[in-house]
Every structure is written in C-alpha cells, then in structure tokens.
T-cell receptor, first 115, second 113 residues
Framework: GAGVSQSPSNKVTEKGKDVELRCDPISGHTALYWYRQSLGQGLEFLIYFQGNSAPDKSGLPSDRFSAERTGGSVSTLTIQRTQQEDSAVYLC?????????????FGPGTRLTVT | QKEVEQNSGPLSVPEGAIASLNCTYSDRGSQSFFWYRQYSGKSPELIMFIYSNGDKEDGRFTAQLNKASQYVSLLIRDSQPSDSATYLCAVNSYGGSQGNLIFGKGTKLSVKP
C-alpha cells in the first residue's frame, strides 16, 4: 500500500519567511510524528499526534514552530520567520495504534534550505 | 536526558562477513527497540524491531536485546555491498506507549566487495 507522503520534497526560502510542510500518513495509522535531521546530526523529535489526544509538543525548538493535524490524518508543520539554523530535512513518520505495533514508518522528507 | 549511543564508525567489513552494530541506551524503562537503515540522501527505513530480551532473526538480520545491560545490537550475516548505509538505533521513550523515538546518531557501515 501507499507509504507516508510529504510535500514539498524541497523548499528554498528566504530568512524571515514562513513555510508550511505537509505530511500524509499511511492510511489507518493514528499516530503521526515530526522529526528533523540536520546535516551530520541525528534525528531530533519535534511533535507527536495520537488520535484525538492533545499533541506532545515537547520537542519543538521554539514558538516559531507549530503543527496541526486535521481530521486525524494530514498534518502541517509551520515554521514562522525562518532562520538559517532551521535548514534541515524534516521527516514525518506514522504508526498504527495496535496492541503491539509501535513501529514508525518514515516519509521521504522535505529538505528545507533557508537562505 | 535520555540518550542512545552508537559508535559512529565507519565500520568496514568485507563482502560475505558478519557486520555487528551496537547500541546502548540510558533509560532503563525503555520497552521498544528499533533498527533503521538510512542510505545517503534518503529517509530512514525500518529493518528490525525487538521488544523482548534475546534474539530475533529476520533473514540475514538478527537483533539482540539485553535489557539488564541496556544494550541492543544488530548482526548482518553475509554482508553485501548494498548493505552499505548508516544504521540508526532507536528506542521508544515512553515504556511501550506510542511516544516518540530517541535516535542514536548512527553507525556508518561500509561493505567492501
């Protein structure tokens, strides 16, 4: 079946502009996660949605970052007033809320470059 | 601070050999453990997961978990050049619920023909 999809695949923006990144999880997956990966760095957790529960925003690096998930499916990560340090690959993952399935599957990512 | 540690490598093995990748984690309450493979410029791909102490085999891959030692490993038998990638160890930080994963920085594996 279809995997996690993300758009755009690449985004170049000027410092100070706002950007929106989109994630469409695997059908039937109730949990959705955003991570980012900077060059040469590990994956950094940003935010986690589980069903209708309040999201876990503990990983968001500043109040310029926000995310929402509409209808329990598609999610949008918004970065306001982008800075050069925001340049990274933003990865979305989803998982199935089953009795023993915690495996997360990643989308192809959005490469964000802030100039 | 919950941490996952991996040797960054590079780990170089000849084709056909066994590659052994190791990972330690700091949160003793961790319940779920994952290995992802990441090719250069691509997103992580889940290749193994393990929840119970002991070994779990899937084809050429074996994951090993020792919760008492807070240690998880991945063995790749009959290594192929196509196995050359960065291998990420990840640990579930909420003790079995679907919380976020804590990732190590990865071990770069190079399989020489």
């Amino acid at each position: 079946g279809a995997g996690v999809s993300q758009s755009p695949s690449n985004k170049v923006t000027e410092k100070g502009k706002d950007v929106e990144l989109r994630c469409d999880p695997i059908s039937g997956h109730t949990a959705l996660y955003w991570y980012r990966q900077s060059l040469g760095q590990g994956l950094e957790f940003l935010i986690y949605f589980q069903g209708n529960s309040a999201p876990d925003k503990s990983g968001l690096p500043s109040d310029r970052f926000s995310a929402e998930r509409t209808g329990g499916s598609v999610s949008t990560l918004t970065i306001q007033r982008t800075q050069q340090e925001d340049s990274a690959v933003y990865l979305c993952a989803s998982s199935f809320s089953g009795t023993s399935s915690y495996e997360q599957y990643f989308g192809p990512g959005t490469r964000l470059t802030v100039t | 601070q919950k941490e996952v540690e991996q040797n960054s490598g590079p780990l170089s093995v000849p084709e056909g050999a066994i590659a052994s990748l190791n990972c330690t984690y700091s949160d003793r309450g961790s319940q779920s453990f994952f290995w992802y493979r990441q090719y250069s410029g691509k997103s992580p791909e889940l290749i193994m997961f393990i929840y119970s102490n002991g070994d779990k085999e899937d084809g050429r891959f074996t994951a090993q978990l020792n919760k008492a030692s807070q240690y998880v490993s991945l063995l790749i038998r009959d290594s192929q050049p196509s196995d050359s990638a960065t291998y990420l160890c990840a640990v579930n930080s909420y003790g079995g619920s679907q919380g976020n994963l804590i990732f190590g920085k990865g071990t770069k594996l190079s399989v020489k023909p």
